[in-house]
C-alpha cells in the first residue's frame, strides 16, 4: 500500500549524462572554486604573504651572515610551513562556513557530480600551495643566492602541491567538526603548534629531546624531511615519509567524508 | 485531481524525526507532471522537511519517498529537478553569467543561457558579482539557476520573498509559462495571494501532518463566510441581532457584515433600507480559509 505508481519509464533516457558533460561539470567546479578564492584578497594575502614574509624576515635578513646553506634548509622549512595554510585554511574554513550558511545544502540537492565539491577546492589548495612555493623560490635565489637547480625547484613545487593533501584532508576534518566561525581559531591552534613542533620554526636538533621523539607524530614533520630532499638536504628513505603522509590523508578524508554523510 | 496524470514524485507514509520532535508524521503526497502545489502551513508545519526528504537532503525514518521512480538521492534522478532555497548563499565573488554556466554544467541538456536570462529578468545582471546584487536581484539570479537545467520538477522555496511587485508579477508569469510546458512546481510561500494566483492545488500541512489537499476553490468553500460591506443608517446592534449574521460593526461610515448566508442577509438589507449604497459582497480568501484550517487543527488537539 505504500507503493508509488511512478511512471518513470516514459522517459527512460531522462537524467543520463554523457560522459564527457559530466567530465565538464567536474571542470566548471573546479574553475569556479578557484576563481572565487583568486578574487578574494581576504583568502590569498595572508596564505601568499605570512610564509614569503616569514622567510625574508628570519630566513633572509636574519641569517645573513649564516650563509647560503640557512637559506636553503628555511626554504624547506617555509615552503612547508607555506603548504600547511592553504590545506587546513582553504579547506577547513570554506567547508564550515559553506555548512553554516547553506551552499553545502544547496550543493547536495542540485546535480553536482559526486566529490566535485571537494575536487574543486582540493584543486585550488594545490594551486595556492604551488604559488607560494614560487614566490619562496624567487626569494631565495633572488635574495639570499642559494643555488636551486631546476631539477630541485621542480621536485620542491611538487612537494608542495602534492603534500598540500594531507593537510587538505585535516582541515576538511575540522571543518566538519566545526561550524561557521569558529573554524580559524580551531585551525590555528593545530596549524602553529604543529609548524613549531615539527621543526618548522626552531630545526628539529634544537628542540628537548622530547619533542624530538614525538616530532613523527606530525605529517608537517614528514613533508618537511621531503622538501628538505628535494633540496638535496636530506637523507635516504623518502618511502617511509610518503607511505605516513598517503596514510594520514587517506585517514582523516574518510573520517570527514563519513561525517559529511551522516550530518551534512 | 487527475488520477491518470503522471506521478513525478512523491511520499508514501513518510515519517521523520528530529529528537524527539516529529516534524512528518506519516504524510502521503504525491507530485504530478505539470500540475503546481503550493505547500502551506504554519512554522515548523513540516513544509521544509517534505522539500528535504523529496530532495534526498534527509532520510525518511519511515515510509517511502520517490523522485522519478527511484531515491532522490539518485543523481540521475536530481538532473531532472531545479532547486531554488530558502537560504541560499551563493559564493558572493562570482559573476551571474559564471554562476548560471556553473549550475548549466550539471545537467544533461540545459536550456540555452539566453533562454534562461529571459525566463528570470537577469539579462542586466550577468557581468555583475553576486555579492553586488539586491536580495530581490539575487532571488532573480537563484530562479535562474533553478530552471536553467530544463527541470521537469521544479522545486520553489519561497521564490518571491524581497521582491518588488513588479518582478514577482514577472516571476509568476514564468512559473506558469512552464508549468504550462508539463513542469510540475512546489512552491512554498507565505504569500497567500501567490498561492493564490499560482496553484492548481493547494496542500494544507500542520504538525507534520495533512490537513486539507484540493484546489484553491475547494479550500475556500471551506470557509462559507461571506464580508457584506455597505453605507446605511441601519444600526449594527440590530443587524447583528437577525438570524445568520455571525457579526456587524461599524467602521468608518460602512456597516460590515459577517455571514453564512450573504444572499438572504443582503435581501433583507436592501429591503430594510433603500437607500442602501456602495453595497460589495466578498467572499472568504484563502487568506481566511487557512487560518480557520489551521485553527481548527490547534482547537481539535488541544480538545483531544
Not at chain 1, 101 to 118: S, V
Request: include cysteine.
Amino acid at each position: 500500500m505504500n507503493a508509488i505508481p511512478v511512471a518513470a519509464s516514459l522517459t527512460p533516457s531522462a537524467g543520463r549524462m554523457p560522459w564527457r558533460r559530466t567530465l565538464g561539470a567536474y571542470a566548471a567546479e573546479a574553475r569556479s572554486e578557484c576563481l572565487r578564492y583568486l578574487r578574494s584578497p581576504g583568502f590569498m594575502l595572508p596564505v601568499m604573504l605570512f610564509p614569503s614574509m616569514f622567510y625574508l624576515l628570519f630566513g633572509i635578513v636574519m641569517n645573513h651572515g649564516s650563509g647560503a646553506d640557512t637559506a636553503r634548509y628555511l626554504l624547506a622549512s617555509y615552503g612547508v610551513f607555506g603548504v600547511m595554510s592553504p590545506g587546513l585554511f582553504g579547506f577547513g574554513v570554506s567547508l564550515a562556513a559553506e555548512r553554516e550558511n547553506g551552499l553545502l545544502i544547496l550543493k547536495r540537492a542540485l546535480p553536482m557530480p559526486p566529490g566535485a565539491y571537494l575536487l574543486g577546492k582540493m584543486l585550488m589548495a594545490m594551486l595556492a600551495a604551488g604559488v607560494v612555493i614560487v614566490l619562496l623560490l624567487a626569494l631565495a635565489v633572488g635574495l639570499a643566492h642559494v643555488a636551486v637547480s631546476a631539477g630541485q625547484a621542480g621536485r620542491l613545487l611538487l612537494t608542495g602541491m602534492l603534500g598540500v593533501l594531507p593537510f587538505c584532508a585535516l582541515g576538511m576534518f575540522v571543518g566538519t567538526l566545526v561550524k561557521g566561525q569558529g573554524a580559524p581559531g580551531v585551525l590555528n591552534l593545530i596549524y602553529l603548534p604543529m609548524s613549531f613542533l615539527s621543526g618548522l620554526w626552531v630545526p628539529l636538533p634544537l628542540l628537548p629531546a622530547a619533542l624530538q621523539r614525538i616530532a613523527p607524530l606530525w605529517p608537517s614533520a614528514h613533508l618537511q624531511q621531503l622538501a628538505l630532499g628535494a633540496l638535496g638536504l636530506g637523507h635516504a628513505g623518502v618511502t617511509s615519509h610518503l607511505l605516513v603522509l598517503a596514510a594520514y590523508t587517506v585517514a582523516f578524508f574518510l573520517l570527514a567524508s563519513r561525517r559529511l554523510r551522516r550530518m551534512g | 485531481m487527475n488520477k491518470h496524470a503522471t506521478v513525478v514524485a512523491g511520499l508514501a507514509g513518510a515519517v521523520k524525526r528530529y529528537g524527539a520532535v516529529t516534524a512528518l508524521d506519516g504524510l502521503d503526497l504525491m507530485l504530478h507532471r505539470g500540475e503546481l502545489v503550493a505547500l502551506l502551513g504554519p512554522n515548523g508545519a513540516g513544509k521544509s522537511t517534505t522539500i528535504a526528504l523529496l530532495l534526498g537532503l534527509v532520510r525518511a525514518d519511515a515510509g517511502r519517498v520517490e523522485l522519478f521512480g527511484v531515491d532522490p538521492q539518485d543523481l540521475a534522478a536530481r538532473r531532472r529537478i531545479g532547486v531554488m532555497l530558502q537560504a541560499a548563499f551563493l559564493p558572493s565573488t562570482l559573476t551571474v553569467a559564471e554562476l548560471l554556466r556553473l549550475t548549466m554544467s550539471y545537467y544533461p541538456a540545459p536550456r540555452a543561457l539566453e533562454e534562461t536570462v529571459s525566463m528570470a529578468g537577469v539579462g542586466d545582471l550577468l557581468g555583475r558579482r553576486y555579492t553586488k546584487l539586491s536580495s530581490g536581484q539575487q532571488r532573480r539570479v537563484q530562479f535562474a539557476m533553478a530552471v536553467c537545467g530544463r527541470p521537469e520538477l521544479l522545486f520553489l522555496d519561497e521564490p518571491t520573498v524581497g521582491m518588488d511587485v513588479d518582478a514577482r508579477q514577472k516571476l509568476w508569469t514564468s512559473i506558469r509559462q512552464l508549468v504550462a510546458e508539463g513542469c510540475a512546481v512546489v512552491l512554498t510561500t507565505h504569500y497567500l495571494e501567490e498561492a493564490e494566483a499560482l496553484a492548481q492545488r493547494v496542500v494544507v500541512l500542520a504538525k507534520g501532518r495533512m490537513l486539507s489537499d484540493g484546489s484553491v476553490d475547494a479550500l475556500r468553500s471551506r470557509v462559507s463566510q461571506a464580508r457584506i460591506r455597505c453605507v446605511t443608517d441601519l444600526d449594527a446592534d440590530a443587524v447583528a441581532g437577525w438570524p445568520q449574521v455571525a457579526m456587524a460593526e461599524r467602521d468608518r461610515g460602512y456597516l460590515l457584515v459577517r455571514t453564512d448566508a450573504a444572499e438572504q442577509v443582503v435581501r433583507r438589507l436592501l429591503d430594510a433600507d433603500p437607500a442602501l449604497a456602495e453595497l460589495e459582497v466578498l467572499r472568504a480568501g484563502l487568506a481566511e480559509a487557512f487560518s480557520e484550517i489551521t485553527r481548527d487543527s490547534t482547537t481539535e488537539q488541544e480538545a483531544a
